[in-house]
């Protein structure tokens, strides 16, 4: 019993810190998703409207023309 009781005054400090350090990284991690995915949504709010306002059947492919790279080429990245 002394041994176990010494075992956990050894070694949970460590641990508690450990896993703090654990948590607010998870933390961090979901803050930036959060943040991540607020864009997202917004991007596909705005693009929901672009493609209701655009005449039936039509879809628009913009990039800047650097390359002559083949259009599958790029599409497939």
Known sequence: MVNTIQVVLDHAPTE??????????MQD???EANARK?????LLAVAQIQW???PAGVLTLVRED?????VRAIAAQ
Do not use: F
């Open 16 to 25: 508690i810190a450990e896993l703090e350090a654990d948590i607010q990284i």
């Open 66 to 70: 650097k390359t002559n790279e083949d």
């Open 38 to 42: 607020q864009v997202l949504v917004q």
């Open 52 to 54: 209701q306002n655009q």
């Open 29 to 31: 991690r979901l803050r």
